[in-house]
C-alpha cells in the first residue's frame, strides 16, 4: 500500500461542475502540499497547509490531520484546469501519491 | 524574481553513459532538493542539499550525485546511465528546509536513455 493516496485516478467533468479530489495518507506528516503539473511537466505548487483550510481562487483545500485526509475542491470548474492533480507530504523529503487526471470539457 | 530554471529541457542519452542536469533555483532559496517521475508515476526523492550540503536522500543508488554551488544552483549527476533511467527529473528550490517553506518547481529534464 502506497503511503499516499489519491481518488479518482481520473475524473471527466463539464465546464462548470464542482470537482472534488481526495487525498489520504499513512505517515505522520508536517505538512500536506497539492501541486498542479501540466502535460509539459512543469509542477504548479497550489496549497501548502498543515491545518484546517485554505482557499485561492476558485481552488479550496481541506485537511483533516486526525482521519490523515485531504481534499482539493474545484469550484466552477473551466477546460483551463485540465491537468494533473498531485498530493504530497513532508517536509524535507516529499511522498507524492501517482494524482488525478483531470479533464473539463465544455 | 526570476523562477526556478533547469537545463537542458530534453536530453537523449546511452545506456552506460553519464549526464549532468542543471537547476538555478529561485532568487534567495538556499534550498533545492531533486526528484524523478517516471511516467504515469508521481515524483520520487532524489536528495535535497541546504546551503551546499545534502540534507537527505532517497532510495536512489550512489551513481546518483549532486552538488549545490555558493549562488543554491544544483546539479544532479547520474552516472553509468540505465534504461530504467529514463524519466522527467524535476528540481524544487524552497526558501528554506522544513515544512514552512512553499515549493517552487522547474519545468524538469526529460531524460531518454536508450
Known amino acids: 500500500k502506497n503511503e499516499v493516496e489519491q481518488s479518482p485516478q481520473n475524473l471527466t467533468a463539464q465546464e462548470g461542475e464542482f470537482i472534488t479530489i481526495n487525498c489520504s495518507y499513512s505517515?505522520?506528516?508536517?505538512?500536506l502540499h497539492w501541486l498542479q503539473q501540466h502535460p509539459g511537466g512543469g509542477i504548479v505548487s497550489l496549497f501548502m497547509?498543515?491545518?484546517g483550510k485554505k482557499k485561492h481562487g476558485r481552488l479550496i483545500a481541506t485537511i483533516n490531520i486526525q482521519e490523515k485526509h485531504s481534499s482539493l475542491h474545484i469550484t466552477a470548474s473551466h477546460p483551463r484546469d485540465s491537468a494533473v492533480y498531485i498530493c504530497?507530504?513532508?517536509?524535507?523529503?516529499?511522498?507524492f501519491g501517482t494524482g488525478t487526471r483531470l479533464q473539463v470539457f465544455p | 524574481e526570476t523562477g526556478v530554471t533547469q537545463s537542458p529541457t530534453h536530453l537523449i542519452k546511452t545506456r552506460g553513459q553519464q549526464v549532468t542536469l542543471r537547476c538555478s533555483s529561485q532568487?534567495?532559496?538556499?534550498?533545492v532538493s531533486w526528484y524523478q517521475q517516471a511516467l504515469g508515476q508521481g515524483p520520487q526523492f532524489i536528495f535535497q542539499?541546504?546551503?551546499?550540503?545534502?540534507?537527505g536522500r532517497g532510495n536512489f543508488p550512489p551513481r546518483f550525485s549532486g552538488l549545490q554551488f555558493p549562488n543554491y544552483s544544483s546539479e544532479l549527476n547520474v552516472n553509468a546511465l540505465e534504461l530504467d533511467d529514463s524519466a522527467l527529473y524535476l528540481c524544487?528550490?524552497?526558501?528554506?528546509?522544513?515544512?514552512?517553506?512553499?515549493?517552487?518547481f522547474g519545468n524538469g529534464t526529460r531524460l531518454t536513455v536508450t
Open positions: 524544487a528550490s524552497s526558501l528554506n528546509r522544513g515544512n514552512n517553506s512553499p515549493l517552487h
Open positions: 505517515v505522520g506528516i508536517s505538512a
Open positions: 497547509l498543515s491545518s
Open positions: 504530497a507530504v513532508g517536509a524535507d523529503k516529499l511522498i
Open positions: 532568487s534567495g532559496h538556499n534550498t
Open positions: 542539499y541546504y546551503r551546499e550540503e545534502e540534507n
